[in-house]
């Protein structure tokens, strides 16, 4: 399973969370998480919330943000995986080459 998979899979099974959070549970370094997020944001396949989580824990809406407090991002459609992604354009790419 690649990086961006295993990503994926774990926002699947834990819902909107900040990179702190997503690198802790990958096993990785924040440095090593954030690509991989940015990527998948890119491809839509994460978006980010309006809300933010602090040091704290308390969940706050992103217009009240203050410093300290780090954004959340959760997946656009919890079933959807990079997998299914290449599929579909494996599809779509045959079609059009036959048209």
Partial sequence: MNTQ????????KH???TDQELAKLAGISENSARPCRLQLEKQGLIIKT????????KIITCAAKK?????L?????PEITIQDLKKALDI???YIQTR
């Fill in 5 to 12: 998979d295993k990503l994926l899979a774990i926002y699947k």
């Fill in 15 to 17: 819902g909107a969370l």
């Fill in 50 to 57: 309006s809300k933010a989580k602090g040091k704290d824990g």
């Fill in 67 to 71: 410093t300290g407090y780090h954004r």
């Fill in 73 to 77: 991002y959760k997946l656009t459609d």
């Fill in 92 to 94: 779509i790419t045959k």
